[in-house]
């Protein structure tokens, strides 16, 4: 009997974000990744959002990594009616409680603010649609599995997770979906690492797929030498302090926030550090960090051999100089700083948290710099300044650019073009690929340099339905 199966790219298809994926086989739904769409105005676009699916009839959830983006809209998810379980690594499922808290509580949060604009226009409040109580509900569903672990996970559908090496607990997904003497292999890439990332193993070898969802964020372009990165950062960082003021780096508090401090402890104990504090201003990255210091033996051994080296354990410990700022009250008294500071703050796109008040008091002062060391995504503040413009809006004020903008590239934990290319090439078979999680320009470049190598490559448009 043949397998019906298909598969439907409803997220991050000609995009970077909102990464899901409908599998159906075998009168049975599961979706891969449940993510939200970042840039814009989450609330507004929150409320209109609608699932392409009815929450209740999805049989299980398989989730790539934790970063919000892949995992966002599982409260929402929950919220609607899903009850089945949600198959992650336990790298993933510990750090789940601590950005879905985060990310409803700054919902809740901006839904408080606009309906009190709303109040004053006499229109009505909006409900939330998810809960802090939902968010207990998808820890509840989490069903943590190890890397290297094949596992039955519905009748006809067996999974196991490999290191992706992107962040802690990140994963390929590999799937093996059979019905009677028929089987066909689906690996999903989720984020693949780059290789020169701390703290995180290399990408594993998928040694052979009939389909593959492949992520192509830097499809068109290589990361420089790591070598190069890091003195480009030290001398944004001598630059920055020359000038007299402070530092602000936008960082994810998942994954950059830890490998920006582990780079930090090094320029430090280099004696390169000229700053005399560093601050992380971001209580999910400080949460997060704590945890990363728990799962410490997870992590390459070469980068970690380096602690001990001078006698440090882990991060914190690693660089002396750095306070946590955990307190709304210990965040505005940053602002009395007037030099000498690096600050790290979320989010990293700068379209909220805490680094929106510091661009708000710092960023038409031209002896601030800011170091932009991640991916910035269409449409958000971090892109617009990216991009060079000179005046922009932070938290609806209107305000001129005068710090001086770094753009450091080689920090990203996404793979580069020839990583992509060297990983897609190494799986055997002959499988049939389709580029996710790209923006068009990316994917084009990619998809052409696959085919060079003689690889069947699609890209994946959104709403799109294909037969496995």
């Known amino acids: 009997m043949p397998l019906d199966a298909s598969l439907t790219f409803l997220g991050a298809a000609g995009q970077v974000t909102g990464s899901c994926y409908l599998l159906e086989w075998n009168e049975q739904k599961v979706l891969l990744d449940c993510g939200m769409v970042q840039g814009g105005d989450q609330i507004t676009d929150l409320h209109r959002f609608r699932f392409q699916f009815r929450p209740k009839d999805i049989d299980a959830v398989i989730l790539s990594h934790a970063h919000i983006d892949h ?36 919902y809740l949060k901006d839904l408080e603010w606009q309906n009190r604009q709303r109040a004053r226009l006499g229109k009505p409040e909006q409900e939330p649609r998810m809960t802090l109580k939902d968010v207990v509900g998808v820890i509840r569903c989490l069903k943590p599995i190890s890397y290297q672990q094949q596992k039955d996970v519905l009748p006809g559908l067996a999974l196991e997770f490999l290191d992706a090496g992107h962040i802690l607990g990140s994963a390929i997904v590999q799937l093996w979906l059979k019905h009677g003497q028929a089987m066909r292999k689906l690996v999903f890439s989720g984020d ?28 068109d372009r290589d990361h420089q030498p790591l070598s190069n990165t890091l003195e480009e950062f030290a001398n944004a960082l ?37 700053q ?48 946590l700022t955990e307190k709304v009250e210990q965040s505005m008294a940053l602002n009395r ?36 060391v991640g991916f910035q995504a269409k449409g958000t503040l971090g892109r617009k300044l990216v991009d060079g413009e000179t005046r922009v809006k932070v938290m609806g004020q209107p305000l001129v650019v005068k710090a001086f903008i770094h753009t450091i590239g080689g920090f990203s934990a996404h793979a580069g073009q020839s990583q992509l290319i060297n990983w897609a090439t190494a799986i055997g078979g002959q499988p049939q690929f389709y580029l996710v999680h790209g923006e068009p320009q990316a994917q084009l470049v990619l998809q052409e340099k696959l085919q060079q190598r003689g690889l069947q490559v699609d890209i994946a448009e959104m709403g799109q339905k294909i037969q496995l």
Request: some cysteine; glycine content about 10%; aromatic content about 8%.
């Open 238 to 274: 001598a630059e920055a302090d020359k000038a007299g003021g402070n530092v602000f780096i936008p960082a994810f508090a998942l994954g950059r926030s830890q490998e920006i401090l582990y780079y930090l402890g090094v320029l430090y104990h280099q004696g390169r550090l000229r």
């Open 276 to 323: 005399k504090m560093v601050v992380l201003d971001s209580p999910m990255a400080i949460e997060i960090t704590r945890i990363y210091n728990e799962m410490i033996d997870e992590f390459d051994k070469k980068d970690t051999q380096v602690f001990k080296k001078y006698g440090a354990h882990d991060l914190q410990s690693f660089l002396p100089i750095l306070h």
């Open 71 to 106: 995992s966002g809209l599982l409260t929402l998810l929950v919220a609607h009616g899903f009850h089945g379980q949600i198959y992650c690594t336990e790298g993933t499922a510990n750090l789940l409680s601590v950005l879905l808290k985060d990310a409803v509580h700054l």
């Open 337 to 372: 700083v007037s030099q000498g500071a690096i600050i790290i703050a979320g989010s990293g796109m700068c379209n909220g948290g805490r680094i929106a008040h510091h661009l708000k008091h710092n960023l038409w002062k031209n002896a601030n710099h800011i170091i932009f």
């Open 192 to 219: 693949l690492g780059n290789p020169a990332t701390v703290l995180m193993h290399d990408p594993s070898i998928v040694k052979q797929a009939d389909v593959v969802l492949m992520e192509s964020t830097y499809g």
